[in-house]
């Protein structure tokens, strides 16, 4: 097991974590909680992520648990009523990449307008925050930068569905994708989600920025683990591929199957989280790349889950999925500078620790 991960005992003063009952707020929760003076979330509880609209079960004691919604400027006003947090830890979000295709508006309400009521009812308080941590997603990068052969780079915008029906998954057959980094790829989100979660980043540096406070923000990669919801349809392939091997099934591979991906495991995010929460940033605003530091193609992830079960061999189907990228993944070298953090967990190893905890979840 990899070892334990640095973060200090400092207390944390009065803390908010808006979606703090999900699964990385929940997870957040156990390793950070008791060293709140509060530990205050809010979270409504959506019945997409948890199921019949309860509460998680292994929430931490220490958490003061509000129902409520972030797009509701009253269940704002009542929580800031009686809580002046020190810090605002900014999970509530919206994240399906393809649901936000559809379900655009729900995307832009709980992402975009949710960030700006949260603001105008820190102001309606008149309460000013020390410093505020948000998680973001590497899906504000899109495509990324793509190099070519001769050295030379360049961003290319959403695949064509002419080009994805003929199989043409790549751009071009000799670029190869570079990987993302706040330094070196600017953001150029292909999707719903990605332009909210973008948007995001935008309002609370305009927001703090103006108030003479301090921001975090950490572009989170494909994350997994223990308390990622079993019954979610739009997120956690690593868990969907979980599920379909331990049914003795065979997994099916989008595209052809060389998709990839950074899959970073839940406890390294939290990791990332704790670091940051402990340091905030010297200069106003901070930003972070959070992941393994390794591409891995959903082939090889699904291979390494179909070993685990003993399962068919995964089979790759073509199909693709409207608002996707081609590769992601990113380079962790500035983060570990930064913040007193670094990767810990393999796939193997975080792969069999998640059907460790799947089997005690549906057995």
């Not at 919206?94 to 009521?117: C, F, Y």
């Amino acid at each position: 097991m990899p070892p334990a991960v640095p973060g200090g005992r400092e207390p944390l003063g009065r803390v908010l974590v808006t979606g703090g009952a999900g699964f990385i707020g929940s997870t957040l929760a156990e390793r950070l909680a008791d060293r709140a003076e509060q530990w205050v979330v809010l979270d409504n509880l959506h019945p997409q992520v948890h199921p019949g609209s309860r509460p998680p079960a292994d929430l931490a004691a220490a958490v003061d648990l509000r129902i409520g919604d972030v797009t509701v400027a009253e269940d704002l006003d009542d929580v800031l009523a009686d809580v002046r947090p020190d810090v605002v830890i900014h999970l509530a979000a919206e994240t399906g990449t393809a649901q936000s295709l559809s379900e655009s508006t729900r995307h832009g309400m709980v992402n975009v307008v949710g960030t700006t009521q949260l603001l105008d009812a820190c102001t309606r308080a008149g309460h000013v925050p020390g410093h505020f941590v948000l998680t973001s997603s590497r899906a504000v990068y899109g495509e990324g930068v793509w190099r070519r052969p001769d050295g030379t780079t360049f961003q290319p915008g959403l695949r064509t569905h002419a080009q994805l029906e003929a199989g043409r998954w790549d751009h071009g057959t000799d670029a190869e994708h570079v990987p993302n980094s706040v330094a070196g790829t600017h953001p150029h989100p292909i999707n719903v989600y990605g332009a909210t979660k973008l948007a995001q980043e935008q309002i609370l540096a305009a927001w703090t920025g103006s108030h003479d406070t301090r921001l975090s923000v950490l572009r989170l990669q494909n994350v997994y683990g223990p308390r990622q919801s079993l019954s979610n349809p739009y997120t956690g392939i690593v868990s969907l591929f979980s599920r379909l091997a331990r049914e003795g099934r065979s997994i099916p591979l989008y595209e052809d199957g060389e998709i990839t991906r950074d899959f970073v495991y839940i406890d390294d995010v939290v990791s990332a989280l704790v670091a940051a929460t402990a340091q905030p940033p010297v200069d106003r605003v901070r930003t972070a790349d959070v992941g393994s530091g390794v591409r891995t193609t959903i082939g090889d992830l699904a291979r390494e889950i179909a070993r685990y079960h003993s399962a068919p061999e995964p089979h790759v189907t073509g199909q693709y999925r409207d608002g996707d990228v081609r590769h992601a993944s990113c380079a962790v070298d500035d983060t570990t500078a930064q913040l007193d953090w670094s990767p810990r967990w393999s796939l193997r190893d975080g792969v069999a620790r998640l059907q460790e905890w799947i089997a005690t979840q549906l057995d």
